[in-house]
Every structure is written in C-alpha cells, then in structure tokens.
C-alpha cells in the first residue's frame, strides 16, 4: 500500500467566484451544504489507510487569519497549514512540499476547490499508483473544442460616447463577453479534460520541481497542473477514469451544481442505508 501526503493548494485568490459579489472571504470557505469547501476536500482523504499527512497551503497573506479561524477544525483533522504561493499555483505546492514528513512515498496534490469527488475516482488513482509513477484521472471531451483568436484589440463601443457623437461609428463593435474569433476546430479524438487528485512517487515529483529553477518566467507561468510538470521530465503519466461529478468551484453557478449533487448523494445515501437497515440481517 502506498504512504501518502495529500497537499490541497488553497491559495488561489478566487477571483472569478468573488466578481459575483456573492463570495465569501475566499472561494474555499463557501458553505456548501453546511461545511467549508476545503473541509469537504479535507474529508475526501481523512481516515483512508494510504494517507498518513494531509496539507493545506492557504493564501500567505490571509495565514494568520485563516489559522485563527479554522485552526481548532484543522487540528481535529490532523491536518498541517502551511502559507502558499504569492501568486501561482505551482509555487503554493512547491511551499506544501517542503512541510511533507519523511517515509512519505507518494505525494498527492487535489484542488482544495474541488470538494465532491467521488470516492470511487480516488480509489481507482491511488490503486494505479501502486503500478505507476504518475497517476490522473480525466474524463473525455464531449463538446466539440474550438481554438479563438483575439479580436485584433477591439472593444465594446462605449455607449456614452455613442450618446456624444464621440465615438467611431465606423468602428468594430465587439460585445463585452466576446472571446474572440474561431480560428479552427480542434479534432476532439483522444483528447481528456483532466481532473485531481492526481498522484505522483515522492521522488518524481520532487525531481520535476527541482527542474522549475531550470525554467523562464513565460514557461513557469504555462504550468497549469503538477502532472505538466512531470510530463517535462520524460516520466509517462497514467491516465485512469475520472467522473463527471468531480466539479471544480471557480463561479457561483458551480456552487449551486455542487450543493445540488450533494444534495442527491446524501439522498441516496440515506436510501441504500435504510434499504439495508430494512433487509441487511434477514440470513441471520
């Protein structure tokens, strides 16, 4: 069985939840269903026999207040704060790494946003990292993907110049949510939306962060996940099935999805108990 450090970045300023004005502190203290979005995360990895240490790395900033204020929870759950990264996501997990104890042979790195994963997706990468040095889960892409070209610099009319005669009547008018303009259809063949927790040996993992120091400022502004940053060392990474369900919190419109399908679980989670509770003993 392999002996794991769970790290959940948390550091992240949230700030396409927090433009809707209905945010709290931070995207990961929203309530779902009763309990903080990082604390459901937390309860994702609390208690499995693989996992000896989980870590939460926390805005630098908001450290002393985010420890006040969870501190007594975070200590029932035997869980160890760090501070994050100032800005990007690989520096919040290369902070968590230097916290993770030693015997520790695997490191596991999941989205502290990420609160519904199901236990099944869990199950199937920490069995497939017993084989293989880099695990994912990802589920295929279903809608057909598109690569926009910026557009050339135009921005929406400003309707108050329009008013005025001030601006350029003969002027592109862009909407103010436009993306750009398609420049081709990308072939969906082969191609996953990828997902965490993703797992990696300690020791990979590790190597792949020594090589940030190697990298520019441009390339390490383009890691996106941990496994990128793997794929760069020549380790191949395994990808196993991941779940539709496994939502990311980044809008409000997925805080509402969220509180809805835990909503559904616990409803059928209270119905296979009661089912069993109703039958479970009549061989005895």
Not at 56 to 82: K, M
Not at 95 to 103: H, I, N, S, T
Request: proline share 6%; with cysteine; charged share 25%.
């Amino acid at each position: 069985m392999i002996r794991c450090a769970v790290i959940l970045p948390a550091a992240g300023k949230g700030q396409r939840f927090a433009a809707s004005g209905r945010a709290s502190a931070s995207k990961i203290e929203h309530e779902l269903e009763g309990r903080a979005v990082f604390l459901r995360a937390i309860d994702l990895f609390h208690g499995r026999p693989e996992v000896e240490q989980i870590i939460l790395a926390v805005d630098p900033q908001r450290y002393d207040e985010f420890t006040f204020r969870w501190g007594e929870a975070l200590g029932f759950l035997n869980v160890d704060v760090v501070p994050g990264g100032a800005s990007e996501r690989w520096e919040t997990v290369q902070q968590a790494l230097g916290a993770v104890r030693d015997g520790v042979t695997h490191i596991t790195v999941h989205d502290a946003a990420r609160p519904a994963t199901p236990a099944a997706v869990i199950d199937r990468v920490f069995a497939s990292a017993e084989h293989h040095p880099a695990v994912i889960p990802a589920v295929p892409v279903s809608s057909t993907l598109k690569r926009v070209e910026s557009a050339g610099g135009a921005v929406a009319k400003d309707r108050v110049d329009d008013i005025l005669g001030l601006g350029d009547p003969d002027g592109p008018d862009v909407p103010p949510d436009a993306l750009g303009t398609v420049a081709e259809t990308v072939s969906r063949a082969n191609v996953v939306a990828v997902q965490t927790p993703q797992v990696f040996d300690a020791g990979v993992l590790r190597a792949a962060y020594e090589r940030l120091t190697n990298m520019s400022a441009t390339q390490r502004r383009e890691v996106t996940d941990d496994a990128g940053l793997v794929e760069a060392t020549g380790t191949p990474v395994m990808v196993v099935r991941g779940d539709p369900g496994n939502l990311k919190l980044t809008e409000p419109a997925d805080a509402e999805m969220l509180a809805s399908l835990l909503r559904f679980r616990e409803t059928e989670t209270k119905q296979q108990d009661a089912v069993r509770d109703l039958f479970g003993d009549e061989d005895d």
